[in-house]
């Protein structure tokens, strides 16, 4: 006879709680013509001459394993373009995995790094899979709250209240999901003398690097001292609207790299070559189309925080990524309380802040990742359900 099914399971799985967004987004399957405004995803198909690229390696033949690191073409035309965009400097067969999408490069970095009960500090608001993978690899995340007046900057102050003598790793992902915050080169040097000071490793997840809209992206490894300390995170899926493909990269210290591959080759062995060619293919080839992509979510951006500023819903300016993360304090409700209604009552999906973090509460994310149309219609109708909630209050 067998035990109760709870006794089979791994304790610490079932007490992880599940993704905020997924949560949500499993009532918004249940509700027909629904504006989706939630998912963090480029609503462009990914250019032609990329998919062509991986047409062209099928009919090549090309449908084998490569290397558990990826690769040798993808692994030196990435550290070619880190030489050139962010000027640091890579061994290309050694210093760098191809992973199957940059979340898989986190969860390799937290269990390779880790030891059991070591704590990592997380930035907060942040994005969902950071603390999970912590406490899946035995560490202890430890959330570091940012806040709108300090434009969701992460600062030295707030890291110094939460750093122990048990801190083994800093994690840095900017520009931000789900604020859009960005930091400049002297804000990230003032984390770095504090990285130094606390002798941290510090996982730099830049999957939005190149949605920067005001200002540059400083890439933290190119931070004097950084680059053997920092864990560089990146991928394809918001650059080139690839997230189907799942082609993301690690790039660090060769020990580093190593032991992450070793995690890599018994669980995934390798990223799809398929995958591996189109990537190649966008990094050769595909500046002008990124741009162009880029440009039109910079005309998003500048739409979506002008209407909430209107609406009263006041917005930080977000300053990378492609969400708005605007307060909705004025109308009284929670932030799940605000996302269900709205729900309910407008058909417009958006995703409460506490997905994020308990620094969350009083903001919502709003991905603006979808076409102008889209966008106006779930703007005008949070206009009405916003002004429908201030009734409510008054009365």
């Known amino acids: 006879m067998m035990k109760p099914i709870e006794e089979y399971l791994n304790p610490t799985i079932v007490n992880l709680p599940p993704s905020g967004i997924r949560r949500f987004f499993d009532l918004v399957a249940n509700t027909k013509g ?79 790094m880790l030891r059991p009960g070591e704590e990592v500090l997380v930035p907060e608001p942040s994005y969902v899979s950071y603390a999970p993978t912590v406490t899946m690899a035995g560490g202890v995340p430890v959330g570091v709250p940012t806040y709108v007046k300090d434009d969701f900057q992460l600062t030295v102050e707030a890291l110094e209240q939460k750093v122990t003598s048990n801190t083994k790793m800093l994690v840095l992902c900017y520009p931000n999901n789900p604020t859009g915050a960005i930091m400049t080169r002297p804000e990230l040097e003032a984390i770095a003398r504090f990285a130094e000071k606390h002798d941290l490793l510090v996982l730099a997840d830049e999957i939005y690097a190149e949605l920067t809209y005001e200002g540059s992206h400083v890439s933290f490894p190119s931070i004097a001292g950084m680059k053997d300390r920092t864990i560089l995170i990146n991928g394809f899926s918001k650059s080139h609207a690839m997230t189907g493909w799942r082609v993301g990269y690690v790039c660090g210290n060769k020990e580093f790299v ?106 919502i994310r709003v991905s603006y990742a979808s ?25």
């Not at 080759?265 to 880029?294: D, F, S, W």
């Not at 949070?382 to 008054?394: I, L, S, T, Y």
């Open 258 to 363: 190593a032991q992450m591959t070793k995690i890599h080759q018994y669980t995934m062995l390798c990223a799809p070559i398929m995958g591996q060619m189109a990537a190649l293919e966008a990094l050769r080839n595909g500046e002008a189309e990124k741009e162009r992509m880029v440009d039109q979510y910079d005309q998003r951006r500048r739409f979506v925080v002008g209407r909430f500023n209107e609406m009263g819903l006041t917005c930080f300016n977000p300053r990378g990524a492609f969400y708005a993360f605007p307060s909705i304090s004025v109308t009284g409700l929670s932030s799940d309380a605000f996302c269900e209604k709205l729900l309910a009552e407008e058909k417009v999906a958006v995703v409460p802040g506490t997905a994020f973090g308990q620094s969350g509460e009083g903001f």
């Open 371 to 395: 076409s102008l149309a889209n966008l106006t219609a779930a703007m005008d109708k949070m206009e009405a359900f916003v002004e429908r909630c201030q009734k409510r209050q008054a009365s």
């Open 34 to 112: 629904v504006i989706s405004l939630g998912v963090g995803e480029p609503d462009f198909i990914t250019p032609w001459h990329i998919r062509e690229a991986c047409f062209y390696g099928l009919e090549r033949g090309y449908t084998m394993y490569t290397s558990n690191f990826g690769t040798p073409e993808l692994r030196k035309e990435i550290a070619k373009y880190a030489a050139k965009r962010y000027h640091v400097e890579y061994e290309p067969l050694s210093e760098i995995l191809i992973t199957v999408g940059a979340s898989e490069a986190v969860d390799l970095a937290m269990r390779a």
